[in-house]
């Protein structure tokens, strides 16, 4: 299994960013994907998920409406658009397998390597 994230960097508040998550080596359609994060000295947090259809997404409260996950199982791609973005979603990014085809917000078990975003004020 590899998930290669991209699209992180620096940007203003306000601003927005485009992450990507290239996956391998698993048939991709049959499990959920998600988004965490982790800002430097705290646990990583869960940011987004959807279901193996695309047709259920869940998000943090922290980034609900700003955020936008999905998917296209042709590419085996998983995308996070995040729009106006806050110095507070600065983190390294990263993308994971769920062990099941469905949303939830635990069971990931397998880890992209992570990308940072840093958002200035």
């Known amino acids: 299994v590899q998930l290669q994230a991209s699209g992180g960097g620096l940007v203003q508040a306000g601003g927005s960013l485009r992450l990507s998550c290239v996956a391998s080596?698993?048939?991709?359609?049959?499990?959920?994907m998600g988004w965490f994060r982790q800002a430097p000295g705290r646990e990583r947090e869960f940011a987004a998920v959807i279901s193996f259809t695309g047709s259920t997404t869940d998000y943090a409260d922290s980034v609900k409406g700003r955020f936008t996950i999905s998917r296209d199982n042709s590419k085996n791609t998983v995308t996070l658009q995040m729009n106006s973005l806050k110095p507070e979603d600065t983190a390294v990014y990263y993308c994971?397998?769920?062990?099941?085809?469905?949303?939830?917000?635990?069971?990931?078990?397998?880890w992209g390597r992570g990308t940072q975003v840093t958002v200035s004020s």
């Open positions: 080596g698993f048939n991709f359609g049959n499990f959920a």
């Open positions: 994971a397998r769920r062990r099941n085809p469905l949303s939830g917000r635990d069971n990931f078990n397998d």
